[in-house]
Each structure stands twice: as structure tokens, then as C-alpha cells.
């Protein structure tokens, strides 16, 4: 049974910055439990402006970390990225049930398509249960942003940059998915923006992956 921790202080650990925009926030977990798939509502305490962040630490770390992605016209993102360790925070959740309403099976063979920092609820249902038989395919801009590429197993993740050729395969994330083969068995989980996230089950219906197989996250 999941321990709901609705709302309080934590205390800032960390702040790792994986590029000149995407940093991960780590701070105290005062023992909320969570499944992976679930968001928190952060801000800084007393404010009115509170956004939403996927969990990406495993449900076994004694801390809780997101993944967070400064934008221009966001000001939780850039107030979170200046802030220190020992600093407080205000969160609230676990929320939501993605990853956990399909009722994954076991053992389950897992697909994970992800863009950006929508690789985060993978990230922490990795961590968690680091024997389940999957593969990530991560599409991003450049191969800076493969957020902690040496968290998964070798030869689990595929990287698609679609702007530079770093990655295992140059190009969009969805001309990826339109040349491998796909194991039509998985369950297929998607998170990251709506455009591929629509466009992905497009591709992976017209592959003989069926409905019910495909599940989503969409962040924007």
C-alpha cells in the first residue's frame, strides 16, 4: 500500500546538472512511498506558482529526485535551478497512475519510447526493478541531453538526435521506430510531447502493435 505524503517541507541535497538547461533536483524523502510512473507538484514554499515532475528516482533510494528542464516562459523551472542544497522545498503528491493502471504483468517485456525529460518515469521503473526484460528508445536534439545513459543496461537504450549524429541512429525518434523491427509482444509505454507521442502510435498500430498494448504519458 502506497503511504501518500499530501503536502510539506523537504530539504534540497542536490542539484546535478546534466546540461546548461536540464539539471536533476534531489531532496529529502521523508519517507513518502510512491510507484514509479507518479508525479509530485513542486515549488518553492510559500509559492503561488507550482508545477508538476515526474518522480525519477527508484522507489528503494532513500531520497527523491526529478528531472527538470529550464525553459524560457517557465518559472518554477528556473527558480528550482538556482536553488541550493539545504534550501527548502514545497511538494505535494505521489499523483497519478501512469505505469501502474495497466497492471504491468511479470515477467513483463517492456517497451519505453520516450523525448526529452519524458524518459524520467522509465528512468525511475528501471531503477526500481532493474530485472524486467526492456528496451528505451530516447529521441532527443543532441546526444548531451541522453539524461544518465549509463543507468541502463547495455545495449537497452537507443538514442535518436535529430540534431547532430552522435546518437545510435541520426534522425527523429519516429523515423527510427518506421525502420526497426518491433516486437509486437511488448507493452509499449510513451511519454513526452503530444506530437510524438501521436505520431509514435500511428506507427506502432500500422506495425501490428496492438491498442491495447500502448500506453501514454503526454507532458505538453
Known amino acids: 500500500m502506497n503511504v ?45 506558482e507550482l508545477r508538476e515532475y515526474s518522480i525519477y528516482s527508484g522507489i528503494h533510494d532513500d531520497f527523491l529526485e526529478v528531472l527538470i528542464k529550464e525553459v524560457d516562459d517557465g518559472v518554477v523551472s528556473r527558480q528550482l535551478k538556482s536553488i541550493k542544497p539545504g534550501d527548502k522545498l514545497e511538494v505535494r503528491g505521489p499523483y497519478g497512475f501512469f505505469l501502474t493502471e495497466s497492471g504491468i504483468s511479470r515477467p513483463a517485456r517492456l517497451l519505453f519510447i520516450s523525448s526529452g525529460t519524458g524518459i524520467a518515469p522509465f528512468h525511475s521503473y528501471i531503477r526500481s526493478n532493474p530485472e524486467v526484460d526492456y528496451q528505451v528508445i530516447h529521441g532527443v536534439r543532441k546526444m548531451e541531453e541522453a539524461y544518465d545513459i549509463r543507468h541502463y543496461k547495455k545495449g537497452s537504450l537507443q538514442v535518436c538526435t535529430s540534431r547532430d549524429n552522435q546518437g545510435d541512429f541520426e534522425g527523429r525518434l519516429t523515423d527510427y521506430l518506421l525502420e526497426v523491427d518491433i516486437d509486437s509482444h511488448r507493452q509499449v509505454y510513451l511519454c513526452g510531447n503530444s506530437n510524438m507521442i501521436f505520431d509514435a502510435m500511428d506507427i506502432l498500430r500500422a506495425r501490428g502493435i496492438p491498442q491495447r498494448q500502448i500506453f501514454t504519458e503526454v507532458y505538453f
Do not use: W
Open 4 to 48: 501518500k505524503v499530501d503536502e510539506a517541507l523537504y530539504v534540497i541535497e542536490r542539484v546535478r546538472h546534466l546540461t546548461e538547461s536540464t539539471y536533476v533536483l534531489r531532496f529529502s524523502r521523508n519517507g513518502m512511498e510512491f510507484n514509479p510512473g507518479q508525479h509530485l507538484v513542486l515549488g518553492l514554499p510559500g509559492s503561488s
